[in-house]
């Protein structure tokens, strides 16, 4: 519909640089993006969540998100573009190879600070507490070989009455973390 077309028009009256016009053109893409869907990301936690009563999240709660969600976008997400448009102008026909494995390579490092830096700052983690729960995961991770730094409980009940548990992490940052709605409720 010629929107991105605008965008780029815009984003080449502002800048001359190629790397700075591609980077600007991504982001103001990306935000243009996230706006249009902000109707539906409201409607999904405040309406439908919310009608079968999963949703706890405030709308403080939600704002706050989403400002710690641009922020970490703008730190981290606005230099990999950089990086990628980079090598994209400068690595010839074997660009799409080195972006790969600087792809590959953030891709890791993600798993490694993710647990660590990044999920703490939208939740709180505590060690988990249940002796049973905790007995028994550790018992089939025993049997099944996967060792874990720490089993964690996650104040999930802050955005959603959900149960759930995941693990996450690489090497000394992997965890299994259960969501606090789901310990006390059933047994592993």
Not at 54 to 82: M, S
Not at 116 to 134: G, H, R, T
Request: hydrophobic share 55%; glycine share 8%; aromatic share 16%.
């Amino acid at each position: 519909g010629g929107g991105l077309q605008l965008i780029d028009d815009f984003s080449r009256r502002l800048l001359e640089q190629p790397l700075m016009i591609g980077a600007l053109f991504i982001v103001l893409t990306i935000f243009i993006g996230a706006i249009l869907d902000m109707p539906f990301a409201l409607y999904k936690t405040f309406f439908l969540e919310a009608r079968f009563g999963f949703n706890k999240t405030t709308p403080a709660l939600y704002i706050t998100d989403l400002i710690k969600q641009t922020l970490l976008f703008l730190i981290i997400g606005v230099p990999l573009f950089f990086v990628a448009l980079w090598l994209m102008q400068t690595s010839g026909d074997l660009w799409w190879l080195y972006l790969w494995l600087v792809w590959m390579a953030f891709n890791l490092l993600a798993m490694l600070i993710y647990p660590i830096w990044i999920a703490p700052l939208f939740n709180k983690f505590e060690p988990l507490q249940d002796e049973s729960v905790s007995k028994s995961v550790t018992e089939l991770m025993q049997r099944t070989g996967f060792k874990v730094q720490g089993l964690f409980v996650v104040d999930g009940s802050r955005r959603s009455a959900h149960s759930n548990a995941y693990f996450t992490g690489l090497g000394k940052s992997k965890r299994v973390v259960f969501f606090d709605t789901q310990i006390g409720r059933a047994h592993v």
